[in-house]
């Protein structure tokens, strides 16, 4: 099916299924990591919001309460950065164009 200006629909989501391919492959191989405590908690994940590791200086296990709160900090900002990134590549892969509700 042609669309105005010669565009064909077929050929159109064949390439938007290999973008979502490489997109997907790209996340899975992103890693991002994450600091809270002035380096107490160390967390790295992956583009697909999976914690891949938690480090934790041995010193803080004395204040349980405080080391909670840093582990879900470093969590978070994790999860920050992986949204920037997944945000800076999709805004690069439609050429600036913003879709309601992805960015």
Do not use: F, W, Y
Not at 21 to 45: C, F, K, N, P
Request: with cysteine.
């Amino acid at each position: 099916m042609k669309l105005p200006g010669g565009m064909n629909l077929q050929q159109m989501m064949k390439q938007a299924q290999k973008m979502q391919e490489q997109m997907a492959q790209e996340m899975d191989a992103l890693r991002v990591d994450s600091t809270a405590g002035g380096g107490i908690v160390r967390v790295e994940m992956n583009g697909n919001k999976e914690v891949l590791a938690i480090k934790i200086d041995p010193e803080a296990a004395s204040d349980i309460e405080m080391l909670q709160d840093l582990i879900v900090a470093a969590i978070n900002e994790c999860g920050r950065k992986v949204d920037e990134v997944m945000h800076s590549k999709l805004g690069g892969a439609l050429g600036g164009m913003k879709i309601p509700g992805l960015m």
